[in-house]
């Protein structure tokens, strides 16, 4: 008797995994807002003081820490990236 398996082999992609439209394009959205969410808990700032720093309010701010990826552009989070001191750099 064949035993089923309890796993899955994924592509490391879990967007695409899940069928969902332009998965590299999600995937490269999620870790850019993994990283300003990051940068926005380890800054010890305030929410508000965060959101006068990036032009948005703080609901936005919240959305960005909680990891709401429906709200944010990839223009928009490479732009918070960039406000918030880092050195983006795109590589093809």
């Known amino acids: 008797m064949a035993k089923e398996k309890d796993y899955e082999i994924t592509t490391g992609n879990v967007f695409a ?3 969902l439209d332009q ?3 999600l995937l490269a959205r999620a ?3 993994r990283q300003v969410s990051s940068l926005i808990k380890n800054s010890g700032l305030p929410q508000q003081e965060v959101a006068k720093k ?3 309010t703080q609901p936005k701010v919240s959305m960005l820490v ?3 990826l429906s709200e944010f ?3 928009t989070l490479l732009h918070y990236l960039s406000i918030l001191g880092c050195e983006v750099e795109i590589r093809v």
Do not use: C, N
């Open 17 to 19: 995994d899940l069928g």
């Open 23 to 25: 998965p590299d394009e």
């Open 31 to 33: 870790k850019l807002l």
């Open 54 to 56: 990036l032009g948005i």
């Open 66 to 68: 909680s990891g709401r």
């Open 73 to 75: 552009s990839t223009d």
